[in-house]
């Protein structure tokens, strides 16, 4: 790539004086872009696959059918709820109408990156916008493999068996250096706690892990993400998903000091004189005991073995 052209006018530090350039007038040489990428040139550029090139798009469904009037209204509300986990593109919320006016229902939602549309639909998904309306998320992509689904029943193969991640593989590190979770606007990373390099050693990043917070389990297994709609559990090596629970609202969580049950708890409109509380086995996805709601605990597992 060729230098800056000298006749061009400089200050006294010696940069170029953009402003009294005239920007049109300038020739690139032939065969350098001079590091800008062209819009009329076929240019590779790495970019995240999907089924149908869609895959930054999101599909909300039940949603409430409003009237032209009310269409504003819902529009900013989903915008609201949306936005908090990832940057929409400009016109990217579009709810089709039918002759009235009315909405049918459903609406697109496009993001500026995959990453940010699966965020997006894994914690909305379950969304409780009203009593008669819950999100159903889904990526536009799904729709391409719903219209491959044969018409003809197929047997589908049996799935090798793969072992979990041992949660404890923390403990075979050969310096006994401890793990520590860190949070700093959407992205999460945990680290070696390194003294000898006085220096972070990454082990793993994510960003739009958790829209809340993240907490460690008491004896380190697990790590837990807490999201509008429950939380789930990670762990192992490559920190992969162990259990989700449902717990719509929740606010805060607390695990057994053994590791085998977890409780969740929110005081969403019940005041601060109620919890609503589950309590569910960390080795089953199902809840081990049903909803109570109990008053405000001072610890809330000693709530949890209350209630179960």
Request: with cysteine; net charge negative.
């Amino acid at each position: 790539m060729e230098t800056i052209p000298a006749n061009l006018p400089r200050g006294e530090d010696g940069y170029v004086k953009w402003d009294q350039v005239d920007i049109d007038s300038l020739k690139l040489p032939a065969g350098d872009d001079m590091g800008i990428v062209s819009d009329d040139e076929d240019v590779n550029v790495e970019e995240v696959k999907s089924e149908s090139g869609f895959g930054n798009v999101v599909v909300v469904d039940n949603l409430p059918k409003v009237p032209s009037a009310k269409v504003e209204k819902l529009t900013t509300v989903l915008k609201k709820i949306f936005g908090q986990i990832g940057l929409i593109r400009e016109n990217g919320l579009v709810m089709p109408v039918d002759d009235t006016g009315s909405t049918k229902g459903f609406a697109f939602v496009e993001f500026h990156g995959a990453a940010e549309a699966a965020a997006a639909r894994e914690q909305t998904d379950g969304y409780k916008l009203d009593k008669a309306h819950v999100f159903k998320t889904s990526s536009f992509d799904d729709f391409a493999k719903f219209e491959r689904v044969p018409d003809v029943y197929e047997q589908p193969k049996p799935k090798p068996w793969t072992p979990k991640e041992n949660t404890q593989s923390y403990m075979l590190d050969e310096r006994g250096r401890d793990q520590y979770a860190i949070r700093f606007g959407d992205a999460t990373e945990i680290h070696w706690n390194d003294a000898q390099k006085s220096a972070p050693v990454e082990v793993y990043k994510r960003d739009f892990w958790t829209e809340s917070y993240v907490q460690w389990s008491p004896r380190g297994n697990f790590l837990a993400t807490v999201h509008r709609q429950g939380v789930a559990l990670w762990g192992g090596p490559g920190f992969t998903r162990f259990q989700k629970f449902s717990h719509n609202g929740v606010q805060f969580i607390e695990f057994s000091p053994c590791e085998r049950f977890l409780a969740s708890g929110s005081t969403h409109d019940e005041g601060r004189e109620a919890t609503v509380l589950s309590a569910f086995s960390t080795r089953e996805a199902a809840r081990s005991s049903g909803r109570s709601r109990v008053p405000s605990p001072s610890s809330p597992w000693g709530a949890a073995r209350a209630a179960v």
